[in-house]
């Protein structure tokens, strides 16, 4: 996972804690000093400007797709090394957008940060597809009820059909006693277990306050188990920042008077094609 810098956090169902882990894994990341983008890619119920205290009426993702804006102009600054980059909440934003931009805005972002984290909306369409096989790995949130780890398999089967990879299982919402081992379920899926999150009365706090949980109470258990998943995914954090890469190729450009190479979204497969996503969202509606 060391080449791996956008993530796509996806789930199969709505209300599992996806944005809360975009949101603290983002911020975790920050606080470590490597430079974050978090995107709100779900662009029809869009929600990730409350979670960071952004008005989602100011210039945003859609504004980008729409062709109105650039994507510096849509991106805020929510605190050190880490930038938000929110949708808008109006249908008639929504109505005007082209999904397909969403490639270039994830090119230049790649560019720029460490590490992009794409927050992507439950259900089946177009535009919650795409990001999966725009992503280099999808982490998968759910929590440990049925209905939400039966469609979890449903977002898996959609990464795998866009070409994109799935990094491993994010459990929220856990409890010490449980029928089923956290282990268990993730081998029901066929994934690896990257982390539990306890539930935590802070984490609905959190999201009224605007402020994510690691910041707002760092000590409680839902933030010191997100702190641990950055830990544990330690191989996707080492490494100079973008930052410092820019300062070593400057170096080396003067040295050998040669300019660095540029950083672009490769064309081995990062891009998922328009057909292959129509193709997943049939086959996954027809399994409905």
């Known amino acids: 996972m060391s080449q791996d810098t956008v993530y796509a956090i996806a789930s199969g169902k709505g209300g599992v804690g996806k944005t809360t882990t975009t949101v603290n894994l983002g911020t975790a990341l920050a606080q470590a000093g490597k ?9 029809g ?26 994507v ?30 969403l490639s270039e805005v994830v090119s230049e972002l790649r560019s720029t940060f460490d590490f992009v984290f ?5 259900g089946v369409s177009h535009e919650t597809v795409l990001p999966l096989g725009l992503a280099d790995a999808v982490i998968v949130v759910s929590t440990p009820e049925p209905a939400a780890v039966h469609d979890s398999k449903k977002t898996i089967d959609l990464t795998q059909q866009t070409g994109g990879k799935v990094a491993g299982l994010v459990l929220t919402r856990t409890r010490p006693e449980t029928d089923v081992s956290y282990e268990e379920i993730a081998a029901r899926l066929d994934l690896p277990l990257l982390g539990t999150i306890p539930e935590d009365p802070a984490a609905r706090e959190s999201v009224y306050a605007g402020t994510p949980l690691v910041v707002k109470n760092p000590r409680g258990p839902a933030a ?6 950055v830990s ?9 920042s973008k930052t410092q890469q820019k300062s070593t190729e400057s170096t080396e450009a003067e040295a050998s008077d040669s300019p660095p190479e540029t950083t672009r979204l490769s064309d081995d497969g990062q ?17 409905r």
């Open 224 to 229: 010191v188990a997100y702190r641990q998943l």
């Open 72 to 101: 510096q102009e849509a991106t805020y600054r929510v605190a050190d090394n880490i930038v938000a980059l929110p949708s808008n909440t109006e249908l008639s934003k929504y109505a005007e957008t082209s999904p397909e931009g």
């Open 35 to 43: 430079r974050v983008a978090i995107v709100d890619t779900d662009l």
């Open 271 to 287: 891009e998922a094609a328009h057909d292959d996503v129509s193709s997943a969202i049939t086959e996954a509606e027809t399994d």
């Open 232 to 240: 544990d995914l330690a191989e996707t954090i080492t490494g100079p």
């Open 45 to 70: 119920m869009a929600n990730l400007a409350g979670f960071v205290s952004l008005s989602p009426d100011s210039t945003t993702l859609h504004d980008v797709l729409a062709g109105d804006a650039s």
């Open 118 to 122: 794409l927050d992507v909306g439950a």
